[in-house]
């Protein structure tokens, strides 16, 4: 992360271009007019025997996720020393926001800086909870975080950045149990932080442990990383790997052997995740820019910094070689702005995924929607029009928002707008191959009466998919979108689950598993 600087939130603030600056700023280019092409497209899908005609505006499978960010105390908690009691408060309410806008996911930072919010034999407690590096919070407040999203149907993403080991550069000020200190060959000094040096291989095995202790202990369902791999440059100031280059390099040039412990360590945690729990999903969320066609042909039409040639990140090369289960590139940039612009971007990295089982989320600036960083995001429908673009190319299975606190101010009331245009209805999560799981039994004995459906519940299910059909209209291909969809019902324990319904029409259940599997629907009640 730059110094002072909001995780992720750094990426948008500045375009750093080949002999000039871009700033989000007043003093940004304006971003052109930029209304959708249109709401709607009609998809033919299979559903059972039947052929069934989709519409685009109501996605039955759609990624909906926000950040939660810790570093800092920019999202969660608000500050460090609250009671256990506020923190929990506090967290809850921004998942039941979640929940309002008809979210399906979270991604919580749970390991800022080599630190943990959880308890660890492998590194210190974080600052971040209690104000002091080390110390006890009292609590497990991972367990309660997944356990309190679980229980409202969101996914639960384990959010780590693998390299940055701590913000201030004074090791000395460090829990005597910290890495960095027991280990102090591990780090590289950088512009008044301190780093884990990418190049070492007991920096990957450290990385990775880190990890897969999380993944054994906790009930996650993803581990992800943000765009943080080697630093961000700052003015002149060099990385001072040149000794481990000299002992790892095996004659590579510096910049490739650099990409390529990323691509190591990118490597080592998948198959590490999935040899954990098989259906563990692992993402990364990269900087937007993959590369700039000045720098290669088949880079994206923009001006802005590579994240390829600048911090030594190849989504591209994640993207072929299948050794993430998704990228979320951080496009922070408004339609039309000219050095990095979203009707630009979006297609290129649509583009990328194409052919290959990789999913695409895009990651969207909601923290900038309301500020003068670009005349673009003083007006409330410049970030719905990315939702309307994204239509458009159905390698886009998602959207996740940085960050949380917004979710709560709802600048500009944009999310008034994405919940009533966008998310009118639920979404199961996309599907995703080579994962595993199964479709649970479909539900069985469903009753209605009154206000109130209930069933037997299915052995081995997550959740389960409520659909309202109007009545006459029953058929095959019912369940094809999300236009009957009303709601996904986390289950509840116990014999029978129940929903209260709103009355009206029919109604239809499935059974999901974890990963959202689906069951053949139930017969119709009443």
Not at 65 to 76: F, H, L, P, S
Not at 148 to 177: C, I, M, Q, T
Not at 342 to 371: C, F, R, S
Not at 442 to 456: D, F, H, I, R, Y
Request: aromatic share 10%; net charge positive; with cysteine.
């Amino acid at each position: 992360m730059r110094t002072g600087r909001p995780l992720l939130a750094a990426a948008a603030l500045a375009v750093v271009t080949t002999g000039a600056a871009y700033a989000f700023g007043p003093d940004a280019p304006p971003a052109k007019s930029a209304a959708p092409k249109h709401t709607q497209e009609a998809t033919t899908t299979t559903s059972g025997t039947a052929s069934c005609t989709t519409d685009a505006k109501y996605p039955k499978r759609q990624l909906r996720g926000v950040w939660i960010a810790t570093v800092k105390n920019i999202d969660w908690p608000s500050r460090t020393g609250l009671s256990v009691a506020r923190q929990q408060a506090e967290y809850v309410k921004i998942l039941d926001n979640a929940v309002k806008r008809r979210l399906n996911a979270v991604f919580v930072q749970v390991r800022p800086a080599s630190d943990a919010f959880y308890k660890s034999s492998l590194e210190p407690w974080s600052q971040y909870l209690t104000g002091t590096a080390g110390k006890d919070p009292g609590w497990d407040p991972l367990a309660f975080l997944v356990a309190e999203a679980h229980k409202r149907g969101l996914e639960f993403h384990s959010w780590f950045n693998p390299y940055r080991a701590a913000s201030d550069g004074d090791v000395s000020r460090l829990p005597a149990n910290h890495p960095a200190r027991l280990h102090p060959d591990w780090i590289v000094r950088y512009a008044g932080q301190i780093y884990y040096n990418p190049g070492l291989p007991q920096v990957r095995e450290h990385v990775t442990s880190v990890v897969k202790d999380v993944v054994t202990r906790y009930d996650v369902d993803g581990v992800h990383f943000d765009d943080y791999f080697y630093p961000y440059p700052v003015g002149g100031a060099v990385f001072a790997d040149s000794a481990a280059f000299k002992k790892y390099g095996k004659g590579d040039k510096l910049a490739d052997w650099r990409r390529a412990n990323v691509n190591k360590l990118i490597a080592q945690v998948d198959k590490t995740v999935h040899e954990t729990k098989p259906y563990v999903k692992f993402g990364v969320s990269p900087f937007g820019i993959w590369r700039n066609k000045s720098e290669d042909p088949t880079g994206s039409a923009t001006a802005g910094m590579s994240a390829y040639d600048s911090i030594y990140a190849d989504a591209r090369h994640w993207i072929r070689k299948g050794t993430v289960d998704y990228v979320t590139p951080q496009l922070y940039w408004p339609r039309g702005f000219k050095a990095a612009d979203y009707d630009v971007l979006m297609p290129w990295w649509a583009n990328e995924v194409k052919g290959t089982d990789v999913h695409l989320y895009i990651g969207q600036a909601l923290y900038l929607v309301g500020t003068t960083t670009n005349a673009a995001w003083t007006r409330p429908e410049a970030l719905p029009s990315n939702l309307a673009e994204n239509r458009e190319h159905k390698q886009v299975k998602g959207d996740v928002y940085f960050s949380a606190k917004q979710l709560l101010t709802n600048p500009l009331r944009v999310l008034d707008r994405i919940t009533k245009n966008y998310y009118s209805h639920p979404a199961l999560l996309p599907l995703m191959k080579g994962l595993g799981g199964q479709a649970p039994a479909a539900p069985t004995e469903v009753k209605a009466q009154g206000t109130a459906l209930s069933w037997k519940a299915s052995p081995g299910a997550r959740s389960y998919a409520v659909y309202q059909i109007p009545s006459g209209k029953v058929g095959e291909c019912a369940t094809a979108d999300a236009r009957n969809l009303v709601a996904v019902v986390p289950a509840a324990g116990g014999d029978r689950q129940t929903f209260a319904a709103a009355g009206g029409g029919a109604y239809l259940v499935t059974a999901l598993d974890r990963l959202h599997n689906e069951s053949a629907p139930t017969k119709a009640v009443p």
